[in-house]
């Protein structure tokens, strides 16, 4: 594809359910990286990839919170038992490589809503 | 630890006119990258121009550019000839040396242009 993909685009869910959350990178980036942005605020750092390892998670907010990579290729957010305060928009965003002067080429989000 | 600051919430321009976004990053890092990124109404993340702290030189792309002052830890955005598309929210993001990609973000400038 030519862009980072992710869905659903939006998601509803009840306080207490599990959401699965999934990003498509831009085919050959090596690395992948998830962000939260609360309504009004800025991204939060989550978690990021480097192939199918992730080398810090120092960004998931609680043990509810998971995240996997297969290979250099698709990645799941997974939030458990999900609460209002997790609604949020998450984006996902992919780039060659770790160095810190790539570009991060980000998805269009998935828009959750936990009522 | 890093800190990322944007003091306007929200900023307005005439169209064709001037306007300078401000940011201020924080880190007792010397080696680091800081960006601009433009988040249209779509949620879709733009990397607007970034800069690298060594160098001494500001970064330029077409109608936009920054005034990095690295002492004063100062890296705003200048958009000369605005135009209506330029309408958006816009962060300021720095990453750190060791910190692989993750980016550092303000919490936004929501920049409207007048026709």
């Known amino acids: 594809g030519a862009g980072v993909s992710q869905s659903p685009s939006n998601k509803v869910t009840e306080k207490g359910k599990d959401v699965e959350l999934r990003c498509d990178p831009i085919?050959?980036?090596?690395?992948l990286y998830w962000y939260r942005q609360r309504l009004g605020q800025g991204l939060e750092f989550l978690i990021y990839?480097?192939?199918?390892?992730?080398?810090?998670k120092s960004g998931l907010p609680s043990d509810r919170f998971s995240a996997e990579r297969t290979g250099e290729s698709v990645s799941t957010l997974t939030i458990q038992r999900t609460q209002q305060e997790d609604s949020a928009v998450y984006l996902c965003?992919?780039?060659?490589?770790?160095?810190?002067?790539?570009?991060?080429?980000f998805g269009p989000g998935t828009r959750l809503l936990v009522l | 630890a890093q800190t990322v600051t944007q003091s306007q919430p929200e900023m307005s321009v005439q169209e064709a006119e001037t306007v300078t976004l401000s940011c201020t990053y924080d880190?007792?890092?010397?080696?680091?990258?800081l960006f601009w990124y433009k988040q249209p109404p779509s949620r879709q993340m733009i990397l607007v121009i970034r800069?690298?702290?060594?160098?001494?030189q500001n970064a330029t792309e077409n109608r936009f550019s920054v005034n990095f002052q690295k002492a004063a830890k100062s890296f705003s955005l200048k958009i000369s000839d605005s135009q209506l598309g330029d309408a958006a929210m816009y962060f300021c993001a720095g990453v750190g040396y060791n910190q692989g990609g993750k980016l550092i973000f303000g919490q936004g400038t929501e920049l409207s242009v007048k026709p």
């Open positions: 085919s050959g980036h090596t690395a």
């Open positions: 880190t007792s890092e010397s080696d680091y990258y």
């Open positions: 965003a992919s780039s060659p490589t770790l160095k810190k002067s790539e570009t991060q080429y």
């Open positions: 800069q690298e702290a060594y160098k001494q």
């Open positions: 990839f480097q192939g199918n390892s992730a080398p810090d």
